[in-house]
């Protein structure tokens, strides 16, 4: 999460949306921002409004909009490579300790997908990841979406939100596990939680492979 009110923005970052490093290059060309990589980087908007008050409508106000099934294949591959790599012999914060706790004594794409995404006493998500940190329970808040495939030309992302050039470093790549197959029962599933997001974007499922069908005969 990052804010100027020099250069009147603030950006809100949804989990896996390229939002530390985002949060970087702004902050490597002004030294007016605030921001928080810690305890407030997934600060939601309705928090947001809250902390600025008064200044919130004079701010542009913007995020990542990604499709869901990206963020959850993402999310899995960061959880599997922290597990891994032995993280749980850190400390850790107590909610992140309990996810991969939860990975380790039940391992697994679908389970990770019905668990930490679907069900309502792990995941956060209530209707997709827009919808959840960008909107007050689907009420809109004004933040503008920037899709994430756009990101490819940053200079021209910069340009459009009036934000000074800056340029966008490569932070937490998609580790080096394993890639996951999608069944029908996970697609469906995301589809479900996130489908505010779904009807909002019109983001496409994930094509089923050939691979994806076979586990389930």
Sequence with gaps: ??????????????????????????????????????????????SLQQRLSDLWPELRRWAIARSPWDIVLSDYRLTLRDLQAGALRSRLAPGWRGRLERMRDEPGFEAFVHREICDPRYSRIRGGYWRTWCTDGGRNLGVEPIRYDALKDWDAVTASLGLPACELPQVNQTPDVEMPVWTPEAIEAVGQVCGDDVERFGWQRPKITQTAVSLQT
Excluded at 3 to 9: A, G, I, S, V
Excluded at 16 to 44: E, N, P, Q, Y
């Design 1 to 46: 999460m990052i804010y100027d009110l020099h250069h009147r923005y603030v950006f809100i970052h949804i989990p896996r949306t390229a939002g530390v490093a985002i949060t970087r290059a702004l902050a490597s060309v002004s030294s007016h921002c605030f921001v928080d990589l810690t305890s407030g980087r997934h600060m939601k908007a309705v």
